[in-house]
């Protein structure tokens, strides 16, 4: 694979964590307010059902067991500890336990996709973590104890999630779209409940709601997740880690176009710690041209 092919790939994959970012403002602004598991559900189980009627493809064997298992750890576990850990951490607090995921997903690899350690990794990780450091976090705030570990426990069921998907490889009778459509699918199933159970259903909604829930279903759910599981299937991991530090990026900016929050220096120079840090992740000389995906 040529250094052009996997920059274009890059900067497609890239767009996944960017719309991510337009979680919050979307959640906050146009959705019913206090209810994040609901949101989550109606991001992945529609999205999940529509791609599945378009593919009409199932899984066999061992992959109906695979499947659920990713789309546990990439869509139904994350979105539960994710907004876990926001009730109880102040947002920016939240962003920077869960931007622990390239370290954790550098770990799992060298596991169980004998990828090698470099100096460039650590680099782009500390350079990552202290851009989204400067960039979100509030020193004045108070750990709770109960936030920290349901942030870790969000980052690394992300983290499993990408390299069981790098390492299990997508079956060869499923396409890309059935891929994608089976695990928001299963995800978004194993929410519902949980969601009914502890937020329920919105009293009343508006059109300007459906909008919102529209987006979340067809931007942040099918566009994003088609292209981000294409992603590590052409991208070595570690590469696709790096590029989630661009979701609190793109949630900041977003938030300084269309909230008029304050955007200072600090915060300027930490945009641009995480930029680089995921231009470094880059691969370059003799590109990488899998993780020796095993089935």
Not at 79 to 101: D, E, H, K, N, R
Not at 157 to 167: E, F, I, R
Not at 191 to 199: C, F, G, M, R, T
Not at 227 to 234: A, V
Request: glycine share 10%.
């Amino acid at each position: 694979m040529s250094e052009t092919r996997v920059v274009n790939n890059i900067l497609l994959t890239a767009l996944a964590p960017i719309v991510w970012g337009s979680t919050y403002i979307i959640t906050t602004e146009v959705l019913p307010p206090d209810t994040p598991l609901l949101a989550s559900t109606i991001r992945a189980l529609p999205a999940g059902l529509l791609l599945l009627l378009i593919c009409r493809t199932v899984p066999k064997g061992i992959w109906w067991l695979r499947i659920s298992i990713l789309g546990l750890l990439n869509i139904g576990a994350f979105f539960y500890f994710l907004f876990v850990t926001a009730g109880y951490l102040p947002g920016g607090t939240a962003a920077l336990i869960m931007s622990c995921q390239p370290i954790i997903v550098i770990l799992l690899s060298a596991c169980l996709l004998k990828t090698v350690l470099t100096i460039k990794h650590i680099t782009s990780t500390i350079l990552g973590i202290i851009g989204i450091g400067l960039l979100v976090l509030n020193s004045a705030t108070s750990l709770n104890w109960q936030g920290v570990i349901a942030g870790l426990a969000g980052c690394s069921c992300m983290a499993l999630g990408v390299v069981l998907t790098k390492y299990w490889n997508r079956p060869t009778h499923l396409s890309l779209l059935s891929f994608t459509g089976w695990q928001l699918t299963l995800g978004g199933l194993m929410l519902l409940p949980v969601a009914i159970l502890i937020e329920g259903l919105p009293q009343q909604i508006s059109m300007i709601n459906i909008l919102g829930y529209g987006y979340l279903c067809m931007i942040g759910a099918v566009f994003s997740y088609i292209i981000w599981f294409r992603g590590i299937e052409k991208l070595s991991v570690i590469t696709i880690s790096f590029l989630g530090f661009l979701s609190p990026v793109s949630a900041c900016v977003l938030g300084y176009f269309f909230l008029e929050q304050t955007f200072s220096l600090l915060q300027f120079v930490g945009a641009c710690s995480i930029i680089i840090s995921v231009w470094i992740s880059i691969p370059r000389g003799q590109i990488e041209k899998s993780d020796n995906s095993i089935n």
